[in-house]
């Protein structure tokens, strides 16, 4: 089980590393439709993620509460929620108008804005795929091996193009493609570390599964809403962000009950 769980937590970080990896191949940056589609697909894969994964179990989990075991779910859900709007306080957004600033003002640096924002998004994703891998090793969240790796290799999909929309676009403003492909792999870390934390507090505190798994869901819809979403809708022929959030959604979707 914990060798599963090791390769689980480690599938994301791999994702984004390939992704970042075509900086090697390609010349030019993605196009701005093209950065559209792939959010979308990220966000379709999260909130398929976020309601198959994590609250769908978390509820299982609560069933001895009888009608009352929507509470710990609304909670956690809330909790993750509030805690990436405390983060998006800290942390500068992917905000094309607000990156424009800080980096003219003089206090951060393209570079750090990118991989500042990518950490944002990369912590809920890791989150989500240790509070599914600490269900699994617990034994008591009705988590199967493929439910979880379903996750992993779902974030890990969405990770891809999320990889190469910071490492070509870094390699396009005169940084060596090494130091783009580290710069995109070093925003994937995060994810491991925040998994890495989510099953050791979900180990010391079994109890709060329900609470963990929907903590990370919010987490994971709250980037979706105030991120993804606005991002491919900028811009001319917004309709593709949407068919691939479709996209995204039902891959996620399928890989979970495959698998599961």
């Known amino acids: 089980m914990i060798r599963n769980a090791v390769i689980g937590i480690l599938v994301p970080f791999i994702g984004t590393a390939l992704g970042a990896a075509c900086v090697f191949f390609t010349k030019h940056e993605l196009g701005r439709g093209v950065q559209r589609a792939l959010l979308g697909f990220a ?4 909130v398929a993620a976020s309601v198959w994964s994590l609250i769908i179990p978390a509820i299982e989990q609560s069933e001895q509460m009888g009608r009352l075991s929507f509470i710990p779910v609304v909670a956690g859900f809330w909790g993750g929620i509030l805690f990436l709007m405390l983060l998006d306080h800290i942390i500068p957004r992917l905000n094309n108008n607000a990156a424009k600033a800080d980096i003219s003002s ?10 500042l924002a990518v950490t944002l998004h990369n912590i809920p994703e890791g989150m989500a795929v240790g509070a599914i891998y600490a269900g699994y090793l617990s034994g008591s969240a009705d988590i199967t091996a493929g439910t979880a790796f379903a996750l992993a290799m779902g974030i890990a999909i969405q ?3 999320e990889g190469a929309i910071i490492s070509m676009p870094l390699h396009a403003e005169n940084k060596s493609k090494c130091r783009a492909f580290a ?3 070093l925003s994937g870390v995060v994810e491991i570390i925040s998994a890495v934390i989510t099953v050791f507090l979900a180990g ?3 109890p709060a599964m329900p609470y963990i ?3 990370a869901a919010g987490a994971m819809i709250y980037v979706v809403v105030e991120e993804l ?3 491919m809708h900028e811009g001319e022929r917004s309709n593709m962000g949407v068919v691939m959030f479709s996209v995204g959604f039902t891959i996620m979707m399928a890989l979970d009950v495959a698998l599961g």
């Not at 966000?43 to 999260?46: E, R, T, Y």
């Not at 003089?106 to 991989?115: F, N, P």
Request: glycine share 14%.
């Open 183 to 185: 710069d995109g792999v």
């Open 204 to 206: 010391v505190i079994i």
């Open 213 to 215: 798994l929907s903590f």
């Open 159 to 161: 990770n891809f193009p």
């Open 229 to 231: 979403i606005p991002e």
């Open 106 to 115: 003089g206090k951060l640096s393209k570079t750090a804005m990118l991989v």
């Open 43 to 46: 966000g379709g894969v999260m």
